[in-house]
């Protein structure tokens, strides 16, 4: 007989108490840091590393407080009349969008220069291998391919044969 026949077997409950009763970390990972100072430096490193992974994630590298505030009265605006507008004053002030969904919402605009900064953003996306179009942007993209405007199906046509 070996030894593991012998050993009583343990229900869940034992088990999960003893593993209470070790107490201790399970990680054994990196310690924690000691100190409120220490805590708040680990925080803020976290919060700044987090921060800059979103910015090069998606594109918001350099717009600050200004492009986030027209980014979002573009985000307001869609499905007004206001639209168009918005998207102008957000080109003016930063060029195309930098932002898959914001440059999406832009293709909504209806007008005819704001499309176009939508498609400009897209294809800036496309070149720098950021650019996964979803289904339904796919789809928008092939409708736009259709236009009447030449310029404007030329870039949505090249936009659907690079995805």
Request: hydrophobic share 45%.
């Amino acid at each position: 007989m070996s030894g593991d026949e012998e050993r009583p077997k343990l229900s869940w409950s034992e088990i999960d108490k003893r593993r209470d009763r070790a107490g201790g970390r399970r990680d054994a990972g990196e310690p924690r840091p000691r100190g409120a100072a220490a805590e708040a430096r680990a925080r803020q490193a976290s919060q700044t590393y987090l921060k800059d992974a979103a910015a090069k994630l998606f594109g918001t590298v350099g717009a600050g407080p200004q492009g986030d505030r027209l980014a979002r009265a573009v985000r307001e605006a869609h499905g007004t009349p206001g639209l168009a507008g918005a998207c102008a004053a957000y080109v003016a002030e930063l060029g195309p969008p930098r932002d898959a969904a914001l440059a999406a919402v832009f293709l909504d605009a209806g007008a005819r220069d704001a499309v176009l900064a939508g498609l400009a953003g897209l294809a800036s996306l496309r070149d720098a291998g950021r650019f996964e179009p979803s289904r339904a942007l796919r789809g928008r993209l092939r409708l736009l391919a259709d236009d009447a405007d030449d310029e404007v199906a030329a870039a949505a046509e090249a936009l659907v044969a690079g995805a």
